[in-house]
């Protein structure tokens, strides 16, 4: 299986603040990528898919850059609404396997 | 609105089976195969299997294969996840996501879970 390593595990942060989170493949996985946000007791939201193309109704400091195995998430002037967990999940192979996820807090 | 709606928390004791239900709104039920997803305290997310919601075909992880029941009613738009002889590392959020095909900016398609049910936690204590 094709392990994702996803970092930092937690990352504290203000609102105004820009923030990355990276999400590392064991092995190339071309850009079978997607990235979600998932809040306590709500349904995770995708946000990016193909590694860099933004999902609908997703505001646009939103972005994700990365082909092979290296990625990133990048989340411009944070918004209150932005305080949750980003996972990512390859789709390259099977089984498609997920990120530990990053828990972003507000500072 | 599309909506996937999970039933609600569950306990149940060591041995005894849990069945989740799906149930889907706002779209061709049987235009989407669905997946099963669950997250155990303190670990990633685990794909579990999925169903052909149209064929009724079925698929799940060697990890729970034996133990994991998918199937679904198309006539209630519902899908649903049974899974037996319950142990304590079964204890986990569950989720139900639907799989839509995306195209991309030059990449042809790509397969995504884009709608997640909300979850349902199965909680396994003797």
């Known amino acids: 299986d094709i392990q994702m390593t996803q970092s930092p595990p937690s990352l504290s942060a203000s609102i105004g603040d820009t923030v990355t989170i990276t999400c590392r493949a064991s092995?190339?996985?071309?850009?079978?990528l997607s990235w979600y946000q998932h809040q306590p007791g709500k349904a995770p939201k995708l946000l990016i898919y193909?590694?860099?193309d933004l999902h609908s109704a997703v505001p646009s400091r939103f972005s994700g850059s990365g082909f092979g195995t290296d990625f990133t998430l990048t989340i411009a002037s944070l918004q209150p609404e932005d305080f949750a967990t980003y996972f990512c999940?390859?789709?390259?192979?099977?089984?498609?396997?997920f990120g530990q996820g990053t828990r972003l807090d507000i500072k | 609105q599309v909506h996937l709606v999970q039933s609600g928390a569950e306990v149940k004791k060591p041995g005894a089976s849990v069945k989740v239900f799906c149930r889907a709104s706002?779209?061709?039920?049987?235009?989407?195969?669905l997946h099963w997803v669950r997250q155990a305290p303190g670990q990633r997310l685990e794909w579990m299997g999925w169903?052909?919601?149209?064929?009724?075909?079925?698929k799940s992880s060697q990890k729970f294969q034996g133990r994991v029941t998918i199937s679904r009613d198309t006539s209630a738009s519902t899908a649903y996840m049974e899974l037996n002889s319950l142990r304590s590392e079964d204890t986990a959020i569950y989720y139900c996501?639907?799989?839509?095909?995306?195209?991309?900016?030059?990449?042809?398609?790509?397969?995504?879970?884009?709608?997640w049910g909300q979850g349902t936690m199965v909680i396994v204590s003797p």
């Open positions: 169903i052909d919601v149209d064929s009724g075909d079925t």
């Open positions: 092995q190339s996985i071309d850009n079978y």
């Open positions: 996501a639907r799989l839509s095909y995306f195209d991309t900016s030059g990449w042809g398609k790509r397969a995504v879970l884009d709608i």
């Open positions: 999940q390859q789709t390259y192979s099977a089984p498609n396997t």
């Open positions: 193909a590694a860099s």
């Open positions: 706002g779209y061709t039920f049987t235009s989407y195969p």
